[in-house]
């Protein structure tokens, strides 16, 4: 059975770091990434990994300031979110797919950032 389990959200003052995880089990996958929802707001893409391409993608709000990276061993991918902001409050998913498509999701994580 596939479960990705998100940690490390929270509440952080802007400008702030924060580190988010996502551990897979049940298998590999070939994509993992990271989307959000703020209040109100549908869902975003923020991150992407290719692991058989060793490449990566991000939305355009969050480069320069956010970094997606990927441990193969434990097959958890990480997200690293420095300098945040106000508009980056949202619940957090983490989501993997075995090709093209985002099949399996995570249940969230909250990030709350204070002015």
């Known amino acids: 059975q596939v479960q990705l389990v998100e940690s490390g959200g929270g509440l952080v003052q802007d400008g702030g770091p924060l580190r988010l995880s996502c551990a897979a089990s049940?298998?590999?996958?070939?994509?993992m990434g990271w989307f959000r929802r703020a209040p109100g707001k549908a869902r975003e893409f923020v991150a992407g990994f290719n692991r058989s391409r060793g490449t990566t993608d991000y939305a355009n709000s969050v480069k320069g300031r956010f970094t997606i990276s990927s441990d193969n061993a434990k097959n958890t991918v990480y997200l690293q979110m420095n300098n945040l902001k106000a508009e980056d409050t949202a619940l957090y998913y983490c989501?993997?797919?075995?090709?093209?498509?985002?099949?399996?999701w995570g249940q969230g994580t909250q990030v709350t950032v204070s002015s």
């Open positions: 989501a993997a797919a075995p090709a093209d498509t985002w099949q399996y």
């Open positions: 049940g298998r590999t996958f070939n994509n």
